[in-house]
């Protein structure tokens, strides 16, 4: 069964950091591209970022530009997402995705990032 | 790269069928054929319903299609049933390598 977990949430002070993974099972991890999409309380999806399989390609939504950075490690089979100069905007529930054929999916069951002083 | 337009909200009675739009630009939607919808039930993640403009994931009932025409993507679902109440969002490639999403529909099942 293809799966996706991911960790790393939690509770931080505006302008810390936080590390976000996503450990992913069921499939060749390394020939997928993946992605980060975040979904603020009560508000829609929002696409984050996106690293391809050998992490030769990656792109950043301007909201997050210069302040997070994607990662993976196929020997692990592990995505990452560094998050610094956190802001309260970023308070969100953030989901790990695999991408086929230009969608996504599955998706993970996401974890909960509040900034918050 | 500014959001897909959907509507906010669209209803039907069980058994009807109803359309959900996205609307972007040349850059998006118009422009490739990597159009999806998701379906998200509350307190859940995402489920992809329609990848490729109209391609259904194993799994996923044949009431529910995709099309395009345009710059607007559409999701039909047909023979409404109540478990169908949730929010759909669509989703493209775009020119920039950049994802983008819709913000979102709820549909409501009368």
């Known amino acids: 069964e293809v799966q996706l977990v991911e960790s790393g949430g939690g509770l931080v002070k505006p302008g810390g950091s936080l590390r976000l993974s996503c450990a992913a099972s069921?499939?060749?991890?390394?020939?997928?591209?993946m992605n980060w999409v975040r979904q603020a309380p009560g508000k829609g999806l929002e696409w984050v970022s996106s690293i391809s399989s050998s992490s030769s390609y990656i792109y950043y939504a301007d909201s997050v530009k210069g302040r997070f950075t994607i990662s993976r490690d196929n020997a692990k089979n592990s995505l990452y997402l560094q998050m610094n100069s956190l802001r309260a905007e970023d308070t969100a529930v953030y989901y790990c995705?695999?991408?086929?054929?230009?969608?996504?999916?599955?998706w993970g069951q996401g974890t909960l990032v509040t900034v918050s002083s | 790269q500014s959001a897909l337009t959907q509507p906010a909200s669209v209803s039907g009675s069980p058994g009807q069928s109803i359309t959900i739009s996205c609307t972007g630009t040349?850059?998006?939607?118009?422009?490739?054929?990597?159009v999806s919808w998701y379906q998200q039930h509350p307190g859940k993640a995402p489920k992809l319903m329609i990848y490729e403009v109209s391609n259904r994931p194993s799994g996923v009932s044949n009431r529910f299609s995709g099309s395009k025409s345009g710059n607007t993507a559409s999701l039909t679902i047909s023979g409404l049933q109540a478990e169908d109440e949730a929010d759909y969002y669509c989703s493209s490639y775009t020119s920039s390598s950049r994802g983008v999403f819709g913000g979102g529909t709820k549909l409501t099942v009368l």
């Open positions: 040349s850059s998006d939607v118009g422009g490739y054929n990597y």
């Open positions: 069921g499939f060749t991890f390394s020939s997928y591209s």
């Open positions: 995705a695999r991408v086929v054929r230009g969608s996504s999916s599955p």
